[in-house]
């Protein structure tokens, strides 16, 4: 009986560990591109940080506090956001107040999606990407993937193994552990060596972008001068996110 989930054991562990392989190899650092892309940090701002920090989403997160904070942009902690200025003072602005609509109001989380895939958003990504600080987003996803299938196959195989030593009879359980531990084995190791090799290409920022990050000290942001204390809220929303922000209404109408 052990045998016969022994088999989609292996199949899968064997499938997904040959993915991520797979992955690693076809996306992994090239060799004949820049070596360090670090120096081309010095054009990181806010919303660039924001992006190699958290994604699309971390620079709606951003752009809604500065609004909120200049008084253009009321954030509700009932779900709504409320265009108080409609003259936006960047392309992310007049993208925000865009994808709000002519009525000036909308749901928080429908304006934090629409946003978030705009293309004006997409292009900080794709700026980054080309730069060598972001991992491309299909990069990503790829690599999140088969990182994700390698731990189910672990796990599945794990609960196989259980069910294997409870309908087992007397005198399998050590075939049975000894059999399965092939499959536990291999993706078990695969996720390790994944935590090293590949790890680094299931975040938004790449290597070179996050030492970027670590080096980052309250960049600069575009659009006007800002006091210290916006300037530490903004850039503390960029790095962490809306866990960040001092203010509890706003930090709850940010998470809704």
Known sequence: ????????????????????????????????????????????????TAYLAGGPTRVVDLVLVLMAARGRLHL??????????????????????????????????????????????????????????????????????AVRQVRTAFLAALALLAVALLLGGPGTAGPAAAWFALPLVLT????????????????????AGQRVLRAARLPQQHGGPVDDAERELLTAVAMVGPQAVPDARLRAALLH
């Open 76 to 145: 509700a902690h009932t779900g709504w956001t409320t265009v108080v200025d409609p003259q936006g003072r960047s392309r992310l602005e007049r993208a925000l107040i865009g994808s709000v609509g002519r009525d000036g109001q909308c749901r928080t989380a429908r304006l934090r999606t629409a946003l978030a895939g705009h293309p004006t958003v997409l292009e900080i990504g794709e700026r980054l990407a080309a730069a060598g600080l972001a991992t491309p987003p299909r990069v990503r996803e790829a690599t999140v993937l």
């Open 188 to 207: 078990g190791g695969t996720l390790l060596m994944a935590r090293v090799d590949v790890h680094p290409y299931t975040r938004w920022a790449a290597p």
């Open 1 to 48: 009986m052990w045998l016969l989930l022994l088999i989609p054991a292996c199949v899968t562990a064997v499938l997904s560990c040959l993915r991520l392989v797979r992955v690693a190899a076809t996306f992994g650092p090239d060799p004949d591109g820049p070596a360090d892309a670090s120096g081309r940090s010095a054009g990181v701002g806010l919303y660039e």
